[in-house]
């Protein structure tokens, strides 16, 4: 699978630069807009760069220069920025996500939230990964855009909660960069870069390095990445082509346990599962291929392929058993812009074929119903093909209204390579491992979408109507248990109605408010005495905010806030004793979801001096730790300190001391068989380190 992977992508590649260095007259591209104004534009509301200012929806962008100024060291440092979004943060690169919604985990985490790398999803619609950023390729984003609310109309499968997308640099000038830094934990990042740009073309080379011990016994990951990019543009045509490569190997730390055992400095540096590791490969490939026929028509089309292989260990679960699993795919964006003065309309169809595998392998003797030898095997081969249309119309210079609507086809062939039924071990013992006999399921579902939106002189006020839709995760439909023969998964789905202002003050103050309702049916998980639910019901209310000020020539201040109120909508009872926290009760909160997030930063960088830096304070507020809501998490505040120093034009020293006040907490709160359980935060870390050469990273 692996060798037709690279087949296809160095074919597909040199074809592209074939045929984009074919005509003689260099055009500006709608992506070279984009890198000339990357404050000023966001690309993933409608596939091409627009104006930010006039997008009806909630999509915020994280500028290259504010990339550049945070340094992180996990996603979550950035994207936890967003009103709205929290990112709990695992063991290294580990993570689990939330967009409007509590901390999801499962297949509901996997399938909740729709990952990008330049407009393409970094994993098949069946086959999400809840730790879905540890593919891409962050650590060189030019931007990251965030999408918050449902996003079908024009994604379709896993935009249900939100998406993310990540946006690699293309070459501007030729030259080199590089960043190396080093903490005081001992992790090590660097990233080289180096472009080339010709009459007509650009080349891109983004290599990044990880080796980070971890804070906790047990828990450090070595990762290398690497992104190259050739953009070319010939007359009436540009072709952007991206190939990207991830290998991940990632030492899991579980969770610490007991009342309060984050605040214990020698228990919140301790590892109860030293043997737990998660270990990723990916291949990825895309090409955009954009045709202006004439001042109003473009063609676009976007062929891509990836390869994925991941191998953890079950360390959760009794069983301790591995698990492999890996996909391949090829596919295709296809997209037509009609654009008049008052009328815009954009059409497409996008295609996929999916080949998937999934292996589980349980090495230690049977324990409980978790029996010793093959849980399951099987494969999936998946088709999906997804028409969509969005209007644009302007009935007067004021007023915008745009409907969309698209429909997403889905088709599962399931094949068992085991034993069908109840998996029975050597000594004939009965175990909980179901494998289903070979079937096909098709899923179709439709995800409609309409704005309205009045500019005022120096504000827009909108609002929207949406669904997002998504088919189940295929390990939520052939990875089954025993007392899970009924009830199988059925489509999921989120209406969501949205308004909201956006708009600017005296030039110096920019603003974004938004208001939310949206309910969810088909939530499907499995609740504590390990049955499927499929008919789950869940309503999301919430508000968000974010302001930006420039008080003064180089000063400046940010804030953002997002309350949320997340309850469940229905009833169900757990007949486990040592799970009775879990039962839920109809307008019960959802575990995992604070009602307030907020932040702020005040930002120093005059001109004309070679210092600048950064305070930034972020809040978590309390939370419920259990679906019956009778353990809590009293929430955090954490404070962190950056700063700069251009000690030339080639060379920057750069800090950054997080956690300034030493805080304990916990990124994650949980409760599970009476029992609290947590994924203690880094204390204080001092991080130091050089920019050389012309790295915007």
Request: cysteine-free; glycine content about 10%.
């Amino acid at each position: 699978m692996l060798k037709r992977f690279l087949i296809v992508s160095t074919s597909a590649y040199v074809a592209m630069i074939l045929v984009g260095t074919s005509s003689v007259a260099l055009a500006a591209s709608q992506e070279g807009q984009m890198t000339a104004q990357a404050d000023e534009v966001v690309v993933t509301g409608e596939r091409r760069p627009v104006s930010i200012d006039l997008t009806s929806s909630s999509v915020s962008v994280i500028s290259v220069e504010e990339l550049r100024r945070i340094g992180a060291d996990h996603p979550s440092e950035v994207l936890n920025r967003v009103p709205g979004v929290l990112l709990h943060r695992g063991s290294g690169q580990e993570h689990l996500t939330s967009i409007r919604s509590p901390v999801l985990t499962g297949g509901a985490g996997a399938g909740s939230f729709l990952y990008l790398q330049n407009g393409v999803p970094l994993r098949a619609a069946g086959f999400a990964n809840v730790n879905g950023l540890l593919e891409a390729h962050d650590e060189i984003a030019d931007a990251i855009e965030v999408v918050r609310g449902p996003s079908g109309a024009l994604y379709g499968a896993n935009a249900i909660h939100g998406v993310i997308d990540i946006r690699t640099p293309r070459a501007a000038d030729s030259g080199w960069g590089g960043v190396f830094s080093v903490d005081t934990i001992g992790r090590i990042k660097t990233t080289g870069e180096a472009t080339w740009v010709g009459e007509s073309q650009g080349l891109y080379l983004g290599i990044s390095v990880l080796d980070d011990p971890g804070f906790r016994a047990d828990s450090g990951v070595d990762q290398q990445k690497i992104t190259l990019r050739h953009d070319t543009e010939a007359g009436r045509l540009s072709v952007s082509s991206v190939f990207s490569a991830v290998n991940i190997n990632q030492e899991t730390a579980g969770f610490v346990t007991g009342e309060g055992a984050y605040l214990d400095a020698t228990r919140r540096r301790t590892n109860p599962n030293p043997e737990a590791f998660r270990d990723v490969k990916a291949l990825r490939f895309s090409s955009r291929i954009d045709w202006k026929a004439d001042d109003e028509l473009t063609f676009s089309i976007t062929p891509y392929a990836r390869w994925t292989d991941m191998d953890f260990l079950l360390h959760f679960l009794p069983s301790d058993a591995l698990e492999e699993n890996s996909h391949w795919s090829l596919g295709a964006q296809s997209a037509v812009y009609w654009d008049r003065s008052n009328l815009s309309v954009i059409a497409g169809v996008d295609f996929e074929t999916t080949q998937g595998d999934l292996r589980e392998f349980q090495s230690r003797p049977t324990i409980f119903s978790f029996n010793q030898g093959l849980h399951y095997d099987y494969s999936v081969h998946a088709l999906s093909a997804s028409p969509f249309v969005n209007i644009t119309w302007r009935p007067t210079p004021r007023l915008t209204i745009t409907p969309a609507l698209r429909v997403d086809w889905t088709r599962y062939d399931y094949d068992n390579q085991t034993g069908d039924g109840i998996f029975i071990n050597d000594a004939g013992q009965s175990g909980r491992f179901l494998r289903p006999a070979d079937r096909v399921d098709e899923y179709t579902t439709v995800s409609p979408k309409l704005t309205a939106a009045y500019g005022f002189d120096d504000l827009t006020a909108y609002a929207s109507y949406a669904r997002g839709a998504r088919p189940p995760q295929t390990t939520d439909l052939y990875r089954l248990q025993r007392n899970q023969t009924s009830a199988p998964a059925k489509a999921e789905t989120i209406d969501a109605v949205e308004i909201g202002l956006r708009g600017t003050v005296r030039d110096n103050i920019r603003y974004h408010f938004t208001g939310y309702f949206m309910e969810k049916d088909n939530f499907f998980f499995r609740d504590a005495d390990g049955f499927n639910v499929s008919n789950g019901r869940t309503r999301h209310l919430g508000a968000e905010g974010v302001v930006s000020a420039n008080i003064f020539s180089g000063l400046g201040i940010e804030a953002n806030a997002a309350f949320g109120r997340h309850t469940y909508r229905f009833e169900r009872p757990v007949n486990s004793g040592a799970n009775a926290l879990e039962a839920i009760s109809f307008g019960d909160f959802v575990d995992s979801a604070p009602k307030w997030l907020a932040g702020g930063r005040i930002f120093w960088q005059p001109e004309s001096s070679p210092i600048k830096g950064e305070l930034e304070w972020v809040h978590v507020s309390q939370y419920f730790m259990d679906a019956s809501n009778s353990v809590v998490y009293p929430g955090h505040d954490v404070l962190n300190l950056r700063g700069a120093w251009q000690i030339s034009g080639d060379v920057e020293f750069f800090t950054t001391l997080r956690n300034i006040t030493n805080t304990f907490y916990a990124e994650r709160a949980d409760f599970a068989f009476r029992t609290q359980r947590f994924f203690p935060g880094e204390g204080r870390v001092l991080t130091i380190g050089f920019r050389v050469g012309g790295s915007d990273r």
